[in-house]
């Protein structure tokens, strides 16, 4: 079974500090992604990567970075954390044109 | 970027009843994504079509391409099977660029 593996399920943070959220895959994936769900607006996507060092925005990238230095593995980064950033943190790795795999989420709380 | 419209956004059904999701989209896809999430939300791929249909125990997929609709439907509903189901589509990279999401069905199944 793949496996998308999310490093926290509940996360709180003060507001200002770099918040790293890391995704780990272990079925040899090209695609991951990072999204974030928040009520009465669904999934959004944040950032996406087709390869190692690629990343490129999705629909909401603003106030986010992302690391990608093995192709396992995904960071989402918040360099400054705020309020507005608090929300559910979802994972996701593919293959093109496939079926998508989730990691289980991390909910983060900043305060 | 596609539009996708789920309806109803919630659904409260006794056991053992008949359910039906329905999705529609604006722009053309490849295939078609049904999800489910949990309470808790993790999110779990149920389906990914691109004709006709596909069943998986109690849980049926079709999907109209000329049309741009697809529906999801339970047979013989399980207080289980309560959970929010979301349909998405793949972006103009067929899904290497990430999915786009309906807001989601929450559905209740009371025993």
């Known amino acids: 079974d793949v496996k998308v593996t999310q490093s926290s399920r509940y996360l709180v943070k003060r507001t200002g500090e770099k918040v790293f959220l890391e995704c780990v895959q272990d079925?040899?994936?090209?695609?991951m992604f990072w999204y974030r769900q928040d009520p009465g607006l669904g999934l959004r996507l944040i950032y996406f990567?087709?390869?190692?060092?690629?990343?490129e925005k999705g629909d909401i990238p603003e106030g986010y970075s992302v690391s990608r230095e093995k192709k396992e593995r995904f960071s989402l980064i918040l360099e400054s954390a705020s309020t507005n950033q608090t929300s559910m943190y979802l994972c996701?790795?593919?293959?093109?044109?496939?079926?998508?795999?989730f990691g289980q989420g991390t909910r983060l709380t900043v305060v | 970027k596609n539009e996708v419209e789920q309806s109803p956004q919630n659904l409260t059904a006794q056991e053992g009843e008949f359910i039906t999701i329905n999705c529609s989209y604006s722009?053309?896809?490849?295939?078609l994504h049904w999800l489910q999430q949990h309470p808790g939300g993790g999110i779990v791929s149920l389906f990914m079509?691109?004709?006709g249909k596909k069943k998986h125990g109690r849980l049926i997929a079709t999907i109209n391409i000329q049309e741009k609709h697809s529906s999801l439907h339970i047979t013989a509903s399980h207080p289980r099977d309560s959970a929010v189901y979301i349909c998405?589509?793949?972006?103009?990279?067929?899904?290497?660029?990430?999915?786009?999401f309906g807001k989601g069905t929450h559905l209740i199944i009371q025993p």
């Open positions: 722009v053309g896809i490849s295939a």
């Open positions: 079509l691109s004709s």
């Open positions: 998405a589509v793949p972006g103009a990279g067929g899904g290497a660029d990430g999915l786009t």
């Open positions: 079925m040899d994936h090209e695609n």
């Open positions: 996701a790795s593919s293959t093109w044109i496939a079926e998508a795999f």
């Open positions: 990567s087709y390869d190692v060092k690629m990343k």
